[in-house]
């Protein structure tokens, strides 16, 4: 009974009253000052004019190295919550030894909106929903508000404060919600931020950033270099477990083939590990600068299975109004519409886009029948409109208010016809004999449309939520066992993946355009990857696989078309239908 009593007791004291451990940790010489090293100089401000984060006031600090000349743009590091880690003397230091190049320091806290003078009211915190949230919105602060504002001052003895714009020569770093907003400056801009410190980074539930590993781990990898800390004994709270979720994001990270270097230890929810690891952190992030951060090579089967080493997005045309209604004819030439000014385009032999001499009545949805011609839905005549080789135009079928259409091999044309975000949509039929039948309504915008290689499924897209429906086609064409099959990921911001234009390769792979880039499901509609796009005025409207091989993807995006070469092969409708591999269960 002794025994007991006393195991019990040795317990209560080990587990329920046990205090995390004394952290002590070397210091590193580059946090010590050290005479003969020439000390950089600090200013101070005040900014409150921001439009992204309107009614914001905050302080911010400049980091001027002594060894600065405005004749070279510096390289940038910027931190949130202000100046931590003893980064002014550590960039003394090191930027003394050439350990990292000469660099300018942008020390920033997150906004309040501030109560009215003499009132007994509380400030509004903005930490939170500035740092914790995904999305490009703090990304766009920096870039478009302060890093600006930073280049209006001078230093003291007058220099002019000028500051790389290359993403390679700029760093961004914090701690807990200020680190996690690091990462997703140069999650959401890696070619304005290449290099990233995350020290007890809030990788969980406050507001969404627990999506991080599953996204990293389905991304085509990014140019981003991360270096990470975090303790044992780190928070574990209703949000998640700050240790497991930095982990977890180390994991992901490895697995997609980023640059990544983490240092583990026992400490808590606190900034001092990490004060004295900065200086190596700085080391290595810079290391071999200005050689450029290069994407890695992600282990994920989708990803390596679909891209080619050195290939990547090329722009084919710009300085449209609105791309969609791309296509591809037997030969593999695409051909796609520039909407709101009734233009569509060909690639001609040369590589270079071709307006063709036709009025397209605004037209979107293109697709190829069987018969060789050119089907379109004509948008300002509400038409199914048809064009032989020679352009010579025929009315399909009128009265059809559609977005999107396909053709499939025994000639049957599918058209969606949305009627806004919250009416139910229609699914036409419109068979070979003229005959016009609605087979399907209720979806909330239907979109895009695709077949199953066998052509015994229909996808369609539904932009104002999440999902992708399915049908089985039945023998005369009409549809039945509806259900929602493909889940697509959101933009942190948004409200749906407004999913639009999407097509299959012959193993069965869906290519999805959505807000956040091309979504690649599975047969079993899983979302297995997912293919950033480069900038453009919109996002990608519509994709499809043209070239002699149809393995060159095309997509439209806003005011411009872009391709890029991938190691499959697109599904054609007008082909013989074929039967896809069996999918991975």
């Known amino acids: 009974m002794k025994q007991l009593l006393l195991f019990i007791c040795m317990f ?102 501030l109560a009215d003078s003499g009132s007994n009211a509380l400030d509004r915190f903005n930490r939170s929903f500035e740092y914790d949230g995904l999305g490009d919105a703090y990304a766009r602060f920096l870039l478009t508000e302060i890093l600006p504002e930073v280049e209006k001052q001078k230093t003291s003895d007058g220099r002019v404060i000028r ?21 997703t400056a140069a999650w959401e801009h890696p070619e304005a931020f290449s290099r990233v410190f995350s020290a007890i980074g809030t990788y969980t539930g406050l507001r969404g950033a627990d999506r991080y590993p599953i996204l990293v781990r389905k991304y085509e990898p990014k140019p981003i270099r991360i270096f990470m800390q975090d303790g044992a004994n780190d928070n574990n709270i209703y949000a998640g477990d700050w240790w497991k979720a930095n982990e977890s994001m180390e994991r992901a990270l490895t ?63 710009q300085d449209y109004k609105f791309t969609e209604g791309v296509a591809a004819n037997a030969a593999g030439e695409i051909y796609y519409q520039d909407i709101p000014v009734s233009k569509t385009y060909t690639i001609g032999l040369d590589g270079k886009p071709v307006a063709l001499n036709i009025d397209s009545k605004r037209a979107s949805g293109t697709s190829f029948g069987p018969d060789g011609k050119r089907y379109t839905v004509a948008g300002g005549t509400k038409q199914i409109l048809s064009y032989d080789k020679n352009e010579k135009e025929t009315v399909v079928a ?46 909330k915008f239907a979109n895009g449309l695709t077949l199953s290689p066998d052509q015994t499924q229909l996808y369609v897209t539904e932009s104002a939520t999440h999902w992708i429906w399915i049908y089985k086609i039945k023998a005369d064409g009409t ?39 091309v979504q690649i499901m599975d047969q079993l509609g899983r979302v297995n990857a997912i293919l950033p796009i480069p900038p453009s005025n919109n996002q990608v409207s519509n994709v499809y696989f043209g070239d002699a091989d149809f393995n060159i993807l095309y997509i439209t995006a806003g005011d411009k078309v872009f391709k890029r070469k991938l190691k499959t092969r697109g599904v054609n409708y007008f082909d013989k239908p074929i039967k896809p591999v069996n999918p991975r269960l």
């Open 398 to 443: 009128d009265s059809i208010n559609g977005n999107d259409l396909l053709v499939a091999a025994n000639g049957n044309i599918y058209v969606t016809s949305p009627d806004g975000t919250t009416r139910p949509s229609k699914l036409y039929l419109i068979r070979p004999n003229g005959e016009k039948l609605v087979v399907d309504e209720g979806i």
């Open 255 to 317: 697995f997609a083939g980023y640059e990544v270097n983490h240092v583990w230890g026992e400490g808590g929810h606190n900034g001092n590990h990490g004060t004295a690891v900065f200086p190596d952190a700085m080391r290595w992030l810079w290391k071999d600068w200005p050689k450029a951060v290069v994407k890695g090579n992600s282990k994920n089967q989708f990803l390596s299975t679909l891209l080619i080493t050195g290939e990547d997005w090329e722009l084919v045309g």
């Open 163 to 183: 500051l790389s714009k290359n993403g390679n020569d700029r760093a961004i770093g914090g701690s807990s919600s200020g680190a996690v907003c690091a990462f």
């Open 12 to 113: 209560i004291a080990t587990h329920l009253f046990a205090q995390p451990p004394t952290e002590k940790y070397p210091i590193d010489s580059a946090s010590v000052e050290h005479a003969g090293v020439p000390k950089g100089e600090i200013l101070k401000f005040t900014f409150t004019q921001s439009k992204i984060f309107p009614g914001t006031s905050r302080e911010y600090w400049i980091y001027i190295p002594k060894q600065y000349k405005p004749e070279q743009p510096a390289c940038v590091y910027v931190n949130q919550d202000g100046i931590q880690w003893k980064a002014p003397t550590v960039f003394d230091n090191l930027i003394y030894k050439k350990e990292m190049p000469v660099t300018i320091g942008v020390f920033i806290t997150p906004g309040k909106v």
């Open 479 to 517: 549809l039945t066992y509806k259900q929602r099959y493909g889940w697509l990921h959101t933009a942190d911001t948004d409200y749906n993946a407004w999913s639009d234009g999407l097509k299959i390769d012959t193993a069965g792979r869906v290519f999805v355009a959505t807000k956040i880039g």
